[in-house]
């Protein structure tokens, strides 16, 4: 009986009497049947991450599945390279948002994207809003309720970026996820989940504050009350506006707590005329709130509780806010913009710009063929005069940015006040040249005498003047080093105006260094005095230039002021090498003096008489003699509408006082070839002339990583635009028409 009809001896149960048995098969078989249930669920979401050129782009769900009738939020998750930032929905100054065309089945629609907290990202004068290293942007997607538990449904999206870092580059790209449909609440994405949740749980909300907005003594002041808060600290909060037309986002924000609230101090926007509501983000350390402020009487509870506090608009870390290091602005480190610009110094002694110095130069080597050690002295003095200055002169660069001002590089050129006092000072120059008068020694003993003449005083005098007349200009290689310093730290940022120093004075120190260099010249004699009257020519046509330069800022009419003054100055110098020859220097010395300061004051009352704006607009932008091609004035707006016409354009940022950018308009850009490549192609030549200052340019050259001129851009319908050289010919600007002409 046992053996036939008990269990044991049952066809079934002894193999599976073996199964259980076995430890390793109990464990397959548990791990078959607690999948079983899974079995019922859809295929979790798919989605392929797409790479662009900068980005990592993909749709992160925050759950496996979609439910019908529900809210679906689906990011779009960015991986952004170091040294390279996206943009929040108000970009700031420059920029363009993130944009994100979808696709989806029919019933399914997709509303604004949940923008999280940006950071704040200063570059030269502007003051951007960014995202760098990682971010998600939620978008709520509505689910239909007539959705099928089951199906699995396709949602795709294009989406278009502006990534920078010390260029800009629009890219795009098409992204899909392929999602289930579940008919039960659906777990969190084991991928993406927990970070869309984050983004969404830290992303700015409304919070209950009230909002109230005026203008006070030409400042925006914007106040802001609720529970939240209540006994909050003033510092590090700041607003983001989501119009970038409201204020001026590079200014510093300065802000009073109050028992309720918070106070504003803003600087209003130059294009805002009519102030109406205003939306935004208050940003508090970790919490950020949504406020939209009315205009009205500003509540007592939002000040008063303590002291105010200036949030300013670059920290000691280089991006206020926890943003990207300012280092990231041109993608170099310290060493390589000191290398760079070292190179851009040594390429700087061959820039138009340099030239009325050479002749100083040359006068000075001449001078000590036969006295080596009084060449190296007066090479270290002129090494000192030249590093002493570009670093006073970035000094009170960084100096003027730091107060809010957006000028650049050569800015000292822009004030009718200095270009009149170097246009006297070019004329003494040529004069001391010509032998009118002398500095530092007697006319007599042109032998040895001239040997010894200009002393140390001489020397430094020479290197100071050097950096005033090459620093407007910039060379290849000094762009991007001065670029990227102008916003670092005052310390790495004067240690990179060193090195363009170092780099602007190291072929004549090196030369008054190397005896047998010297040697190379003629002999000491009367060719020598012919030789230095020779070079004050190049010095009196500086002084024209500058004439020039000084009517295009200050007017027509302020000229005569100027040459009344140029008239006293000369009439000092002869004065004073008359008292000089004749060894009775007292009534041409009181001549000399009295000459000098007429000269100073008619200059100085000249460089008061500014022409109009209308006036100095006209006179900025002269035309080329000579020129074929007939300019516009520049505008972003005008740049945005040919290009969309399929037109290309070529922007030339210059000003009268650069002595490249005339150089360039009389050679590469008034010939045939130039004429003919802008026909063939349909271009258009935009001008955006920099003499007088302008803050929009300051900005556009920021844009491009630079600080002065001149820049030249050539912009194809689509994609960032083509920088040129520094230095053009008729062949590289045809070239670059041709390329944008036909996108290759």
């Known amino acids: 009986m046992a053996a036939t009809g008990g269990p044991a001896g049952s066809v079934l149960y002894r193999p599976a009497m073996r199964l259980f048995a076995d430890p390793i098969r109990r464990f397959v078989l548990a791990l078959a049947l607690a999948a079983l249930p899974l079995a019922a669920l859809p295929l979790a979401a798919r989605a392929a991450p797409v790479s662009t050129e900068h980005l990592k782009v993909e749709l992160a769900p925050q759950t496996q599945a979609a439910v019908p009738g529900s809210t679906l939020y689906v990011a779009l998750h960015q991986v952004i390279q170091k040294g390279w930032h996206t943009y929040w929905r108000n970009p700031g100054d420059a920029g363009q948002a993130t944009q994100i065309a979808w696709t989806l089945p029919k019933g399914w629609k997709a509303g604004d994207i949940v923008w999280p907290t940006p950071q704040r990202y200063m570059t030269g004068p502007l003051m951007n809003y960014v995202y760098a290293d990682e971010v998600y942007l939620p978008v709520p997607i509505e689910v239909p309720a007539d959705a099928r ?26 992204v899909a996820l392929d999602l289930p449909v579940s008919a039960g609440a659906a777990p969190l994405s084991p991928a993406h989940g927990d970070a869309v949740a984050k983004a969404l749980a830290g992303a700015p909300k409304p919070d209950g504050l009230v909002g109230t907005v005026a203008l006070q003594d030409g400042a925006l002041k914007l106040a802001v009350v609720g529970e939240a808060l209540k006994g909050k600290p003033a510092a590090g909060a700041y607003f983001f506006p989501y119009d970038g037309a409201v204020i001026d986002h590079a200014k510093a924000q300065t802000v009073e707590p109050g028992a309720d609230g918070l106070t504003f101090t803003l600087t209003p926007s130059t294009v805002l005329n009519t102030l109406g509501p205003v939306a935004g983000v208050v940003a508090l350390g970790d919490a950020a709130y949504v406020v939209e402020a009315t205009p009205g009487p500003l509540p007592a509870a939002a000040r008063g509780a303590g002291p105010a506090t200036t949030t300013p608009p670059l ?50 080597l001449a001078r000590h063929v036969e006295d080596p050690r009084g060449a190296r002295t007066q090479g270290l003095v002129f090494l000192a005069g030249v590093v002493l200055s570009f670093v006073g002169l970035a000094a009170a660069l960084l100096a003027a940015r730091a107060g809010g001002e957006a000028v650049g590089w050569g800015f000292q050129l822009q004030s009718p006040g200095v270009v009149a006092a170097l246009t006297l000072v070019m004329l003494l120059v040529a004069l001391n040249l010509s032998g009118v008068f002398e500095i530092g020694t007697s006319v007599q003993g042109a032998g040895a005498g001239l040997a010894r003449r200009g002393g140390l005083a001489g020397a430094f005098f020479t290197g100071v003047l050097a950096v005033v007349v090459a620093a407007p200009c910039t060379a290849p290689f000094m762009a991007g080093a001065v670029g990227w310093a102008v916003v670092q730290p005052p310390a790495a940022a004067l240690a990179v105006f060193a090195a363009l120093g170092f780099g602007l004075a190291a072929p004549f120190t090196l030369i008054a260094f190397f005896p047998g260099m010297l040697r190379m010249l003629p002999k000491p004699g009367p060719w020598m005095d012919g030789l230095r009257k020779v070079l004050a020519f ?29 008239l006293a100055a000369a009439f000092a110098a002869w004065a004073w090498g008359q ?26 009352v000249g460089a008061q008489m500014s022409a109009p704006p209308a006036a100095q607009a006209a006179a900025a932008a002269p035309a080329a003699p000579g020129a074929a091609l007939a300019s516009e004035p520049w505008s972003p707006e005008r740049v945005a509408a040919l290009r969309a016409e399929g037109r290309p354009v070529f922007v030339d940022f210059t000003a009268a006082w650069c002595v490249t950018c005339q150089v360039n308009e009389r050679a590469a850009l008034a010939g045939k070839r130039t004429a003919d490549a802008f026909a063939r192609t349909g271009a258009v030549y935009l001008k955006a002339d920099w003499t007088n200052r302008d803050d929009r340019i300051a900005k556009a050259l920021a844009e491009q990583g630079r600080s002065g001129v001149p820049l030249y851009l050539v912009y194809g319908p689509t994609g960032a635009p083509q920088v040129l050289p520094q230095l053009l010919t008729e062949g590289i600007v045809a070239a670059a028409l041709e390329k944008a002409k036909t996108g290759a």
């Open 149 to 174: 538990p089951g199906q699995t449904v396709s949602l795709k999206a294009k989406a278009d970026f502006l990534v920078c870092s010390d260029i800009c580059v629009p890219e795009s790209a098409e």
């Open 315 to 364: 920290s000691e870390e280089g991006a206020a806010g926890g943003g990207a290091p300012a280092g990231a602005v041109a993608g170099m480190g310290l060493a390589a913009a000191i290398g760079l610009a070292f190179l851009g110094g040594l390429v700087l002694n061959l820039m138009p710009c340099v030239f009325p110095v050479l002749s100083m130069k040359a006068a000075a």
């Open 538 to 566: 190049p010095m009196y046509g500086a002084a024209a230039w500058l004439a020039w330069v000084f009517a295009l800022e200050a007017g027509v009419s302020a000229l005569p002021f100027l040459f009344a003054g140029a």
């Open 579 to 604: 008292a000089q020859r004749s060894g009775k220097p007292a009534f041409p010395g009181a001549a000399a003096a009295v000459g000098a300061v007429a000269a100073v004051a008619l200059a100085a």
